[in-house]
């Protein structure tokens, strides 16, 4: 067995809401997952200890999309998207893609995206 694999990790799950007129906040979640586990896998586990969590996605080529965490969706039409930072740098992969090491803090943030 590689012991790399095998090993648990800790990973600290954040919420974010950062756009006018929603004020929330939702505590952070603690889960523990192999190493090599992909963030929608943390997300999902998050969702099992708090139901604001729970998340909807939609299916792509590339794989998933965030549409909705905590009931809030994004909404394209004032440019608000949900998008995932690690350790408070702009994550460069998707959910699927997202392998967080030990001790890393995920945040998804809820925000305008200029697109200028």
């Known amino acids: 067995m590689n012991l790399y694999h095998s090993q648990i990790i800790t990973v600290r799950v954040e919420l974010e ?4 007129n929603l004020t929330r906040t939702e505590p952070a979640v603690t889960v523990n997952v192999t190493n090599g586990t992909t963030a929608f896998t943390v997300l999902e586990l ?9 998340a909807t996605y939609q299916q792509f080529s590339f794989g998933r999309s ?11 039409s004032k440019s608000y998207f949900w998008l995932i930072y690690i350790n408070g740098v702009s994550a460069q992969v998707g959910i699927d893609g997202l392998k967080p090491n030990d001790g890393d803090i995920i945040t998804f943030v809820y925000k305008e995206l200029s697109f200028k």
């Open 66 to 76: 965030i549409l909705s965490i905590c009931g809030v969706a994004r909404d394209t």
């Open 17 to 20: 809401f950062n756009v006018p």
């Open 46 to 54: 998050a969702s099992q200890q708090n139901p604001c969590y729970n």
